[in-house]
């Protein structure tokens, strides 16, 4: 069956209303979760193979966090259906207002290769809850996950409500020439401007999940030796092939020196002194990515780290020390285990220099100082921030992630997720038994004198 007429049954069966009652979602959502507890073994080997995760961290990174988004929402979906009391001006009255939720349609998630299973049913779970109909294109890169993907969902789903294209029949090019309700897209910020130029032809709505260059500051009284595991952490999980890594570090001159000891330190208590074949370290996703990386460390200043091995796609984390905001590494998001050093004197100067760059998909700061907490907290553009740790908020579902600018726009995760799938509805409801028939005309001066001090 071609995506066409997949996209003409889903809209259909999405019309029947079918998706729409609170029972459809729930059997669907537990469905879905008896599913991918069935196949656990099968998905933790796929995802070794595509990006050679431990078992520990592909459960603790992508199935763990499906299991709790699928159970938040299996837990609260009710509640989340009702609708919402709202008030009502005093010249709306007398009437009822409310909030309404209803799902948007025919839903289209395109998600990407580097975590290739959490990345792909997260959003589907959140298009679930609203009661769309779904659409899934993964990634040919990890295509060990993205087969079990297709051959699970296919198998035991209907397809007039989910269904995941097969990604080597269906090019981009087709899969954004059909008319979608809500396109949800996690990726390249290049890519992103793509969908959104697709989705401007029927003026779908767009969901970006982008990424950029997140900054990790330390300040001067920062509690060094936790900043240095919580950044050798954030940005060797995965390795380094993360949205919300810390891209870059800006490290106050004062303790730059102690931080890379301290770094080091981490890192070889982490992987040992040998990296490359530490069976707890993940790998790059293909040769060409890895190429991509070893180029960007050429002519650098490397204090620890740069190895590599091509064969089995392997990259030592490297920390690269002397780097300014001219240097290559800055010119890109550089999802790899890189760590570029950059010094700064001033805090003021640092932010501000922040401030110029694309927003952030995400900021850390590590810092005891209550005020400067609150000052880039606040003043700060970013998607999602964290003080004194790295990563962690993105595994929190009751809070919304998603970016701002050219990191992204929309949000989900739970509850945000449940609403960003959905049509936000208004509604009032009239009483039939007394009009207000001072709005209706002929008007005079007295009707004038009673709309005034309704004003006031």
């Known amino acids: ?93 007398p009437a009822k207002s409310y909030t309404l ?94 969908i959104m130029q697709a989705a401007s032809k029927n003026l779908s709505k767009v969901t970006l999940e982008l990424g950029g260059k997140s900054p990790a500051i330390i300040e001067r009284d920062a509690n060094i030796g936790l900043a240095a595991r919580s950044i050798a952490w954030g940005n060797t999980i995965n390795a380094g092939q993360t949205c919300v890594s810390p891209d870059y570090i800006l490290v106050n001159a004062a303790v730059k020196d102690k931080f890379i000891k301290e770094l080091e330190k981490a890192l070889i208590e982490f992987y040992g002194l040998d990296p490359i074949h530490c069976s707890d370290y993940a790998n790059i996703i293909n040769e060409e990515h890895l190429e991509d990386l ?41 999802f790899g285990p890189i760590f570029p050093i950059i010094s700064y004197t001033n805090l003021n100067d640092i932010l501000y220099k922040v401030k110029t760059l694309p927003k952030p998909l995400a900021l850390y700061l590590f810092t005891e100082d209550e005020r400067i907490k609150e000052k880039v907290m606040y003043n700060m553009e970013f998607g999602n921030g964290m003080v004194n740790d790295t990563l962690m908020m993105v595994s929190n579902p009751y809070l919304q992630f998603g970016g701002v600018g050219y990191s992204g726009q929309g ?41 005034k001090k309704i004003k006031k």
């Open 101 to 194: 939720y209803e799902p948007m349609g025919v839903t289209l998630i395109i998600s990407p290769w580097n975590y290739p299973f959490l990345l792909a049913v997260d959003p589907i779970i959140g298009a679930m809850a609203a009661g769309n109909t779904i659409i899934l294109k993964t990634s040919r890169k990890s295509k060990h996950t993205s087969n079990l993907l297709r051959e699970l969902v296919n198998a035991n789903f209907d397809s007039r409500y989910l269904y995941v294209v097969d990604n080597k029949e269906v090019s981009h090019e087709e899969l954004l020439s059909y008319n979608y309700d809500h396109i949800f897209y996690t990726g390249r910020a290049e890519v992103g401007k793509t």
């Open 1 to 93: 069956m071609n995506l066409a007429n997949i996209v003409d049954l889903q809209r259909e069966y999405f019309y029947s209303g079918q998706t729409k009652t609170l029972g459809f979602r729930l059997t669907n959502l537990q469905k879905l979760k008896d599913l991918l507890v069935k196949f656990e073994d099968n998905i933790l080997m796929a995802l070794a193979k595509d990006l050679g995760k431990s078992n520990f961290e592909a459960y603790s990174t992508e199935l763990t966090m499906a299991y709790e988004e699928i159970n938040l929402a299996i837990d609260n979906l009710e509640d989340w259906m009702k609708p919402i009391d709202e008030k009502t001006s005093l010249m709306s009255m």
């Open 411 to 451: 949000g989900y995760h739970g509850y945000y997720g449940f609403k960003n799938f959905s049509n936000q509805k208004s509604i009032m409801q009239a009483k039939s038994n007394f009009e207000m028939k001072l709005k209706y005309p002929p008007y005079d001066d007295g009707a004038l004198k009673i709309i």
């Open 294 to 334: 070893v180029s960007l460390l050429k002519d650098q200043t490397i204090v620890y780290g740069g190895r590599y091995d091509s064969k089995n796609l392997r990259l030592e984390p490297t920390i690269v020390d002397g780097v300014d905001f001219n240097n290559k590494l800055m010119d890109k998001e550089i």
